[in-house]
């Protein structure tokens, strides 16, 4: 079964950084576009980055210049480096796999707390 697990979260003052880690099991990086989403309290689930099997990457305006995804496809690692946090990023991330099908496959997500 595919799997995909989040790590990495927590609490950060704002300007700090963090790093987010998705695992996949059951599933052949090399294949589907990878995805790093967010939800925040009272707010729609949000894309904030992604990256093809080609390694091409889009990001969201909020985050341009802060945040990198990037992929692992022998270790099956999906990442997300994020830098210069504001507490406006605070939300729960979320891993996803375009795989198999338009749903594609969700983690669990990890939170990510920023505050002073």
């Known amino acids: 079964q595919v799997r995909l697990v989040e790590s990495g979260g927590g609490l950060v003052q704002p300007g700090g950084s963090l790093r987010l880690s998705c695992k996949g099991t059951g599933i052949n990086f090399s294949i589907p576009t990878m995805e790093w989403y967010r939800q925040a309290p009272e707010k729609e689930r949000e894309l904030v980055a992604s990256i093809s099997s080609g390694h091409g990457t889009t990001y969201t305006d909020s985050v341009k210049g802060r945040f990198t995804i990037s992929r692992d496809n022998v270790r099956r690692i999906l990442s997300l480096q994020m830098n210069n946090l504001e507490p406006e990023d605070t939300a729960v991330y979320y891993c996803?796999?375009?795989?198999?099908?338009?749903?594609?496959?969700w983690g669990q997500g990890t939170q990510v707390t920023v505050s002073s």
């Open positions: 996803h796999a375009k795989y198999r099908s338009p749903e594609g496959f």
